[in-house]
């Protein structure tokens, strides 16, 4: 395994960030590490870099224990913190070469070449970091974690604040270098997730709610869906709450409502049989099955 989490747990005073949290790694997946704001994501993966020790329990990485071969650990870990941590004042190639000389890189003129290529900072590479966008600084900041090689990949939050052309080309890098490096990333967007993770770790106050391959979550989350359908005339939510299998209902807009259900069987035939008795005419009706976002929102919302 690459990361080996064992019934960590981390106290900030009184507050628990992290509750006895367990999970591997291996070698070669990219996995997607999410949760609401709070919950505990930054403070797992400051913990995996040794930025901070964890109040209980243990970490290591690539065989290396995070409390007493920090050192070891930090040397096959690129880190990409949230708040992308860079020297404003330095220019691109001046601050990747500064980064290269603390990990005691043989040939670094040659590596910055290479990093420069595939991050696509060819054209702002004589730039002072402080002129470029933030698209471009993420860039630089996905350089300085992949500049000494790193067996593993840790980036939290990569493509916050993004533009769609930024986020599409970031994304396009994570999936590239997923292919040769071990990648844990965390992000609250859900395509994103699917669209590059093999795996998916959902946490909640402290604690992993959901752990499963991407493509597998619809079964192990309940087995949940949705229906959107839409009325010719007004109807009252609490006689749509009463129809045979609906959980919950939510109003759109108009006469559009979405009915949340629970049951594996499909209950649009219910439906049918409640317009017909109310003497409604159903204009639009889709059954909805979870994704991602849904199964998400059902396992973090506060109740």
């Given at each position: 395994m690459s990361i080996q989490i064992k019934q960590v747990s981390k106290f900030y005073g009184s507050q628990k960030a992290l509750d006895s949290v367990s999970f591997d790694v291996s070698k070669g997946e990219i996995l997607g590490f999410l949760g609401p704001n709070g919950a505990g994501k930054s403070t797992m993966m400051k913990i995996i870099t040794t930025y901070i020790p964890p109040s209980e329990g243990s970490?290591?990485?690539?065989?290396?224990?995070t409390a007493t071969h920090s050192m070891d650990v930090r040397r096959r870990v690129g880190y990409l913190p949230e708040h992308n941590p860079l020297?404003?004042?330095?220019?691109?190639?001046?601050?990747?070469?500064?980064?290269?000389?603390l990990h005691g890189i043989k040939h670094p003129q040659q590596r910055i070449k290479t990093m420069i290529e595939q991050t696509g900072l060819g054209l702002e590479q004589n730039k002072k970091i402080g002129a470029l966008s933030k698209g471009y600084r993420q860039r630089v900041g996905l350089a300085q974690a992949l500049i000494h090689d790193p067996e593993v990949l840790i980036l939290d939050e990569p493509t916050s604040g993004l533009d769609p052309n930024q986020l599409a080309d970031i994304r396009a890098l994570i999936r590239e270098?997923?292919?040769?490096k071990t990648l844990m990333f965390s992000t609250h967007i859900m395509q994103e997730v699917e669209a590059v993770c093999d795996r998916v770790i959902i946490?909640?106050?402290?604690?992993?709610?959901?752990?499963?391959?991407?493509?597998?979550?619809?079964?192990?989350?309940?087995?949940?869906?949705?229906i959107l359908v839409e009325f010719d005339r007004e109807i009252s939510r609490g006689s749509l709450q009463a129809i045979a299998g609906v959980m919950k209902v939510t109003r759109l807009e108009g006469q559009q409502w979405e009915l949340y259900s629970e049951q594996s069987s499909d209950i649009r035939p219910e439906i049918f049989k409640f317009a017909v008795e109310q003497q409604l005419t159903v204009l639009t009706i889709n059954r909805i099955e979870q994704d991602l976002e849904s199964i998400f929102r059902q396992l973090t919302a506060k109740k």
């Open positions: 970490v290591s990485v690539c065989g290396f224990d020297y404003l004042d330095m220019y691109v190639r001046e601050y990747l070469g500064f980064i290269a000389g270098v997923g292919k040769e946490i909640d106050t402290g604690k992993i709610v959901l752990d499963g391959k991407a493509n597998e979550l619809g079964q192990k989350s309940s087995k949940g869906y949705r």
